[in-house]
Structure formats: structure tokens, C-alpha cells
């Protein structure tokens, strides 16, 4: 009756229970050890722009692979940044622009850092449909971001490098952010 339909279920069923030993479901079953913050991230659109896409895939990115992200929002000032990096301590700083108009925004996030004092305490990085890696170089930033599949690559790298927290960043990748010791 249900002939090769009933292999295909077969099949199927089989999949998923191999899919289950090797990719395990359950949060509990894929902890290995109690997971740290790998830093902490301040993140938003800046002033002028409302485009989100990249800014949020990106915030994703780094929250699935154990980043604490604080999420200021679109339309963001300069000062702002600045000011949550300073109150929240923050291991990093990524604004994003997706107008020519509102990039000009990123220069003045660097200035705002460095009157609060904080620029060399943070790492500063910048991203949006029409930044490049010129621009962040141009403006002083130490991370360019294309999008989600490159950023926590880059940020575990520049927190080596910063040499200020090198223990957070030894947290392996893909690492289940909301894992709990039971």
C-alpha cells in the first residue's frame, strides 16, 4: 500500500535519529562546561540611518557564539556609543551605516571615544552596505564587517590581539551561548 513512500518514511525517521546523535537537541546534552561571556558588545545604527539588516544578523552572530551584545537600536549618536561603552565596560563598539550621508557618523563615534577616554580600551568596528575595509582603515576603526559570517572570527581575533582580555576569547566557537550548568 504505501510502498516506496513507506521507505522514504523510513529514511526520514532514520535521519532524524542520526541527525539527534550527532547534532544533539537538547541545550543540557551539547554544554560541555558553563559558558563565559566572550566580551561585551555595543552595537547600533547610527545617526541618520534606520537600515537594520546587517546590524541585526550581525548582533546574532556574536550572541550565538557567546558575546554579550547590547543592542542601542537605529538613529544612534555618536555620544551615545560612547557613553554606553563607558558605562557598560564594553569589550567592543560596532556601528553601521548604509547611506554615504550617515558614514560620516563613524569618524565622529572614534572622536567621541577618544574624548571619553575609552578609544584604546575598546575595539572599534564598522560595517553597512557601503563601508568598506578602505574606510575603516581611513577612519582609524580596528575591524571592518562584511556581515554575520565573518565578524566573530574577527572580533575573537582582535581580542587576542588587544591582548587586554585573552581568556574570554579562548571560549571555542559555536559554543551554545545559553547553556547552563545543571
Request: proline share 2%; aromatic share 6%.
Given at each position: 500500500?504505501?510502498?516506496?513512500?513507506?521507505?522514504?518514511?523510513?529514511?526520514?525517521?532514520?535521519?532524524?535519529?542520526?541527525?539527534?546523535?550527532?547534532?544533539?537537541?537538547?541545550?543540557?546534552?551539547?554544554?560541555?562546561?558553563?559558558n563565559?561571556s566572550?566580551?561585551t558588545?555595543?552595537?547600533?545604527?547610527v545617526e541618520?540611518?534606520?537600515?537594520?539588516?546587517?546590524?541585526?544578523?550581525?548582533?546574532?552572530?556574536?550572541?550565538?557564539?557567546?558575546?554579550?551584545?547590547?543592542?542601542?537600536?537605529?538613529?544612534?549618536?555618536a555620544?551615545?556609543?560612547?557613553?554606553s561603552?563607558?558605562?557598560?565596560?564594553?569589550?567592543?563598539?560596532?556601528?553601521?551605516a548604509?547611506m554615504?550621508?550617515t558614514?560620516?557618523?563613524?569618524?565622529?563615534?572614534?572622536?567621541?571615544?577618544?574624548?571619553?577616554?575609552?578609544r584604546?580600551k575598546?575595539i572599534?568596528?564598522?560595517?553597512?552596505?557601503l563601508?568598506?575595509?578602505?574606510?575603516?582603515?581611513?577612519?582609524g576603526?580596528?575591524?571592518?564587517?562584511?556581515?554575520?559570517?565573518?565578524?566573530?572570527?574577527?572580533?575573537?581575533?582582535?581580542?587576542?590581539?588587544?591582548?587586554?582580555?585573552?581568556?574570554?576569547?579562548?571560549?571555542?566557537?559555536?559554543?551554545?551561548?545559553s547553556?547552563?550548568?545543571?
Open positions: 500500500m504505501y510502498g516506496k513512500n513507506f521507505n522514504l518514511l523510513v529514511l526520514l525517521i532514520l535521519g532524524i535519529i542520526v541527525s539527534q546523535l550527532v547534532f544533539p537537541v537538547s541545550g543540557e546534552a551539547s554544554c560541555k562546561q558553563e563565559e566572550n566580551g558588545v555595543i552595537i547600533g545604527t541618520g540611518d534606520s537600515h537594520t539588516f546587517v546590524k541585526d544578523s550581525v548582533a546574532t552572530a556574536l550572541e550565538n557564539e557567546g558575546f554579550e551584545v547590547i543592542d542601542l537600536g537605529n538613529g544612534v549618536s555620544e551615545s556609543f560612547a557613553a561603552a563607558k558605562e557598560e565596560k564594553a569589550d567592543f563598539v560596532f556601528s553601521f548604509s554615504s550621508t558614514m560620516i557618523h563613524q569618524i565622529q563615534i572614534e572622536e567621541q571615544l577618544k574624548a571619553a577616554g575609552i584604546d575598546v572599534t568596528g564598522v560595517g553597512g552596505s563601508v568598506t575595509q578602505a574606510w575603516a582603515d581611513q577612519i576603526t580596528d575591524i571592518y564587517v562584511s556581515g554575520p559570517e565573518d565578524v566573530v572570527s574577527k572580533a575573537k581575533l582582535a581580542l587576542l590581539k588587544s591582548n587586554n582580555n585573552a581568556l574570554k576569547a579562548s571560549v571555542p566557537a559555536n559554543e551554545n551561548a547553556c547552563k550548568n545543571p
